[in-house]
Structure formats: C-alpha cells, structure tokens
C-alpha cells in the first residue's frame, strides 16, 4: 500500500591485514553516532577511476566523480522521459556511500598515527586499497553494482509477469496492479516504514530499500512506477499536501475512482490514506485529479533528495531540538560563541550534498539556496560557501523583507572572516 509522504545504509568492507587495527575497519572512531546502520560500503568505491590518480585528501575528491555521473543523469540536455528514476537514485545513494567510506578510512588512519605502538606497516595497510578501473566498479553498493541493483527491478517485473500467468487473466490495469501489490508486500514482504523509522536515512535510499523490503512509501512509490513500468504500464504522480499520490495514465480518470470488488484502482495503489479523512488523498476524485500537477521524472528525483535533506538535518541537528536552519537569521545580534549550536557533522554535510545535488536540478529556488548557505554556516561561521550561497540567495529572492535579512546576516559573516577569528578555518566547527 503506497500512501507516500513527500515530505519525509552495515558495514565497510576493507581488504586488510591482519593487525590491531582491523578491529577498528568499518567504525567510526571519531563521530557520536557511527556510520553503521546508515550504508554498507565497498572501500574501492570511496576512490577515483584512473589508478594512477593522486590519492583524494578531502571528501570532495572523493564524491566529485559521483557528482558528475548524477549530473550527467539528468542533465537538462536530456528528455524528462528518457532520465531514469532509479538510476539517478541509485547515484544519489553511491556518492553518499563514497563519502561515509572515506570518513570511516580517515578514522582508521587517525587512529593508527594516535596510537604508538602502531607500525608504519599498518598505517600503508590501511592505504593501499585497490582502485576501481571503470565507473560500473565504481558504483557499488552494498556489494552490488548499478546494473545489478536495476536487475532487482526486472526480477520483480518478472515475478509479477508470473503472477498473472498463474491466475490466468488479461492485462487489464487493475489486474496488473493488484499482481504488484502481490508481489511487492505478500510475495516478497515489503512493508512501509513507521513515521519513526522513516527518520532513520537507512529507509530513504533506494538500495536500501530493496534490499531490507522496508522503506518510505514515497520509494515504494517510485518502485511501483519502475516495475509497472517494466509492465507497459505507465504510472503517474503528484504531490497532494504531505502525500505522493500514484495512478496508472488514464485520459478517463473516473475509472481510477469506480470500485471494484469494494475497492477502488486509486485505493489499490495507495493504499490507505485514501480512506483517511485527514489526507487531503480521500477528497479526490476524477475531475479533481485532472487539476494535479503531474511529477516529472525530474521533479520525482527533486522529491527524493528534498526527502534526504529533511532527514539528515533532522538528525544532525539532534542535539540541539528545536533547531531550525534558519534560526541564526533571527539572531543577528547574538555572536556568543558559547550559544553555538551542537550538530553531528557527518549528517550535516550529507545533507548539504544533498541540497548540493537538488540545486543542479532546481538552479533558481533561492529558498533552497539559502537553506544551503545556512547549513554551510553551521559547518564554518565564516565559511566560504554560505557567502557565496546566500549572497546568490540575495539576488534571487522575491521576499524583500527576507532579503534584507539575509544582506545583514552576510555582512556579520564578512565582518567575522576580516576579524579572523577562531573559526575562520575550513575545518568543521560542530561536535
């Protein structure tokens, strides 16, 4: 059942030695909550292609190739139709894989030069790792490559295929839908996550997804778009207040609504929040659906990475609750040091890369932009990054009063930089 909110990774595996320090390989040593639970990785995909490249010294190096290949995926030269979900989502989920990768290798390597009883040996143990030779090796996860996770999908295709084979009906879009749902949450157990559980980034990555069979139901969502897809059969979505509504492409809507042994195809595919009467979902009908604004394959990507965003600052700002990323902005007047914010740093530059990544598709939404200079903010109170985006933001923004705001905010953050203070560094100044 695939009522999906819009508004909602194991372990590393490093080929070592034996050591003292292999006990440590896929823990992070230096971040209050470890990288477990969030991806499992393959160390070679933390690395660039070309083995005779430079060894990457900051996350950067590490994530820029996956950066390319996402943005090569949809790439505003391409047509909406021909831009594939999963495969964007997928790329989505490698970088951030590479980046907790490195992190982890960067622990490792911390540890070993802290510890003095440690040998040089060990610490060119931990660095000489194989270097992937082609982007397919590059782009693993949790073992698996792109082409294999996208087999996932044909697998379930096929099982469904199966499925209506063996109750020997047409191809009619009920009976299709229905095989899904077969398939997806008896057949193979899939199962939406809790609103509590769907914090957790583990249900937000479409690997992940596929591989636990729990998840959001927005990824539910784009997985019922991919299989049906598979099927001939084209889905459609639109965002309707906190829900990403699905349907099959009709020219006759009221069809979606007319019940079918006491349910309707609308209700078959999303499940209960049609009968809720606190979704906006339970007030639709045919003619209503028609004034949607059907998602684009693009727009579809933007709500993923909206959805990422939303989770990692959630847990990145953890620590400090009732946080919001734009309360500095209301607190011109505060300098004190001591009223600084805590965040957990690793979730607070996932989630700036994945505004990073929406911004590529949403170049002019100055309140994304702002949003992503403000998080640059809380990695460096004179960063670099959150002059130059909010400064952008500035000359954007339809809010005159907002922009007012924001001029003064970056003119505190110029002064700050001139009086080089402590935390003019690059380095992150969050616990």
């Given amino acids: 059942m695939?009522?999906?909110?819009?508004?909602?990774?194991?372990?590393?595996?490093?080929?070592?030695?034996s050591s003292p320090?292999?006990?440590?390989?896929?823990?992070?040593?230096?971040?209050?909550?470890p990288a477990r639970n969030?991806?499992?990785?393959?160390?070679?995909?933390?690395y660039p292609l070309n083995k005779d490249s430079p060894?990457?010294?900051?996350?950067?190096?590490?994530t820029k190739p996956f950066r390319k290949i996402f943005a090569r995926e949809i790439s505003t030269q391409s047509k909406d139709d021909d831009i594939s979900i999963a495969k964007a989502l997928l790329y989505i989920a490698a970088e951030d894989e590479a980046f907790l990768a490195f992190n982890r290798e960067m622990d490792a390597m911390s540890f070993v030069k802290e510890n003095q009883s440690d040998s040089e040996e060990e610490l060119e143990t931990v660095q000489d790792q194989s270097y992937p030779d082609s982007e397919e090796h590059l782009l693993q996860l949790d073992g698996k490559s792109i082409s294999e996770w996208l087999s996932e999908l044909d697998a379930?295709?096929?099982?469904?295929?199966?499925?209506?084979?063996?109750?020997?009906?047409?191809?009619h879009s009920v009976q299709i839908l229905e095989a899904v749902n077969t398939v997806l949450f008896d057949t193979r157990g899939f199962e939406r996550t809790s609103k509590r559980l769907a914090l957790d980034p583990k249900y937000s990555y479409l690997h992940s997804v596929l591989n636990s069979r729990c998840g959001t139901a927005?990824?539910?969502?784009?997985?019922?778009?991919?299989?049906?897809?598979?099927?001939?059969?084209?889905i459609v979505g639109a965002r309707v207040g906190e829900e990403f509504l699905i349907w099959p492409k009709t020219e006759n809507p009221e069809e979606l609504f007319s019940e079918n042994s006491g349910q309707s195809l609308f209700a078959i595919i999303n499940g209960r929040c049609v009968d809720d009467p606190g979704s906006m979902a339970s007030d639709l009908?045919?003619?209503?659906?028609?004034?949607?604004?059907?998602?684009?394959?693009?727009?579809?990507?933007?709500?993923?990475?909206?959805?990422?965003?939303?989770?990692?600052?959630?847990?990145?700002?953890?620590?400090?609750?009732?946080?919001?990323?734009?309360?500095?902005?209301?607190?011109l007047n505060n300098t004190s040091v001591s009223n600084f914010p805590l965040l957990r740093p690793q979730d607070l530059r996932l989630a700036i890369a994945a505004a990073e990544r929406l911004l590529i598709l949403e170049p002019l939404n100055w309140r994304l932009r702002r949003d992503l200079g403000m998080m640059h903010y809380y990695v460096s109170r004179q960063s670099r990054e959150a002059?130059?985006?909010l400064s952008i933001c500035i000359a954007f923004a339809f809010d005159e009063e907002e922009a007012k705001v924001l001029t003064l905010f970056v003119e505190k953050l110029h002064l700050l930089s001139s009086l080089k203070s402590p935390f003019s560094s690059d380095r992150l100044a969050v616990r």
């Fill in 38 to 46: 969030l991806i499992t990785t393959a160390s070679a995909s933390a």
């Fill in 218 to 234: 927005f990824l539910f969502s784009v997985i019922y778009i991919e299989v049906c897809q598979r099927l001939g059969l084209p």
């Fill in 285 to 331: 009908t045919g003619k209503s659906l028609l004034g949607l604004d059907v998602a684009t394959n693009r727009d579809i990507i933007g709500i993923a990475l909206a959805n990422l965003i939303r989770v990692h600052w959630r847990r990145a700002s953890k620590p400090s609750p009732g946080l919001m990323l734009t309360s500095p902005l209301s607190q």
């Fill in 156 to 171: 379930i295709s096929k099982e469904v295929e199966a499925e209506l084979v063996s109750r020997d009906i047409g191809c």
């Fill in 387 to 389: 002059i130059q985006e």
């Fill in 21 to 33: 320090l292999s006990r440590f390989v896929g823990t992070t040593l230096r971040y209050d909550h």
């Fill in 55 to 62: 060894r990457p010294k900051t996350y950067k190096e590490v």
């Fill in 2 to 17: 695939l009522c999906a909110s819009s508004s909602s990774f194991g372990h590393a595996s490093m080929t070592m030695a």
